[in-house]
């Protein structure tokens, strides 16, 4: 067994996702097998119902699990799917724990939280990565290391490393070189405190990456691996660069892959990153800009439906062309639609629950039908199409959605009968990654090439078919359906550029080396490829 524990410090969001996933990269690069596991304190059972501001959107496995996007990244990064083995919270295991003392498994026994939680935790470990048959495996301990809940995590992979040995448990540590103006200098107290609290925990990290704004000096990084006593090789500096898609590039420059291997006492490899620096040379040779608009909710927040930036900017790399997202807030729409979209290339319009600036979203579907503009709407916004094209097409003026008004007379979409009694609204989403049936002579069959396909979903509500074969007739064509043909997945209007709306979320498959072919096809009908 060979693992690798990795841990942050100071604050969040200072690239650790970044971080380890270019690590898995060049690990994949080498040809290794690589399996990932999260491990977060807090005590939701999953982010499903956290706030975007908090935890940027949440993600959807190929077995139905919903993370929060960190797995996405590290998805992305190694080409590798992940699965509900992947992310636990606190409360996910204490729900063991708790099912396990009801059920008298520690019948007569106290149950803590040193021995029995932490030795569930090892057990996930060590279970999953003989399952998955890895070579190494990954272990993330969210947040910091510095946050009291994780301490049952730390002293988890502190067993491990003792119980395997160094040479098969070994430690990455994250921390940030704050840069103060006043005196110009990058600062390394706050690393040398968090190794110290590491060490508290009987821990002491193998290898320290330095994450800065700005480059940093040597005499930087050979005072930290002074300070913290470890070898000069093995601290690793971080700086801000242009592209995240740079890392795993910087990183191969520091050798960081034979180090690991040096740790682990492996064999060399052959090595491949080709695919990396084609994508790097295809951003850095990209010229001609394209203007985006994505209209949304969470405006304060740009980060908030980050795979979607991301699918956007990666997949018109793959043509040399830049993007330049314009975020426009949905209520600005109101007044100014025509003169706010009319500047734009293509409108994006990404997904959220409930009724806020829905009729906005009509709007913009409006103008993008008429005028021809090239149009990808995903989840609840594919659902908007169809509200659209009921009113304005079919002549349904109260054509709505039930998610919005439950007592319409025409809602267009609905949630499904067999579900209208169920209390308990998680078991309402339709999530998991589904098997569905194109129609050979559709756009979608042909952007796919395939008959049966499988998409990520996460959703609750659907297209209400009592309208569909009278909507069929107007040239809405339902070209992707479930195995059963009751559940729409994929509406194409014929005769337009593009425009296609789908039930799934291909960004979440799209990656930065392979991007979605539904995104390949929507680009080269923008740039008439």
Known sequence: MKLIIVTGWVLSWIGKWITWASIWAILKAWWFNIFMQKFDWYLNVDPWTMSPFQHWEVFVTEDWAETD???????????????????????????????KERAWDYLWKTVQIIPHLTDLVKSKIIDWFTQSKADISIVEIGWTVWDMENEYYLESVRQLQTEYWKENVIFIHLTLLPYIIASKELKTKPTQHSVRQLMSYWIIPDFIVLRADSDIPKEVCDKVASFCNIDKNYVIPAPTVKSIYEVPINFQEFNIWNLILNKFKLENRDFDLKNWKSLLNN??????????????????????????????????????????????????????????????????????????????????????????????WICLWSQIMAIEFARNVMWISKANSEEFFPDWSHNVVHIMEDQKEISDKWWTMRLWSYECVLRKWTLAYNIYNSEIITERHRHRFEFNNSYREEMEQKWFIISWTSLDWKLVEIVEIKNHRFMIWTQAHPEFKSRPINPHPLFLKFIQSIVGI
């Open 283 to 376: 951003i850095n040779n990209s010229k001609e800009e394209i203007n985006i608009a994505m209209v949304w909710k969470y405006n304060d927040l740009e980060d908030a439906y980050y795979s979607l930036n991301e699918w956007l900017k990666t997949a018109w790399y793959y043509y040399n062309k830049k993007v330049k997202l314009n975020f426009i807030d949905a209520t600005d729409l109101e007044n100014n639609w025509v003169e706010i979209l009319k500047s734009l290339d293509w409108i994006c319009i990404p997904g959220w629950f409930w009724d806020r600036w829905i009729e906005w979203m009509v709007l913009a579907c409006n103008y993008s039908r008429i005028n021809n503009i090239p149009y990808l």
């Open 69 to 99: 996007l960190d797995l996405w990244h590290y998805e992305r990064f190694i080409d590798t799917n992940l699965n509900k083995l992947s992310s636990f919270t606190s409360w996910k295991l204490y729900d063991e724990i708790l099912k």
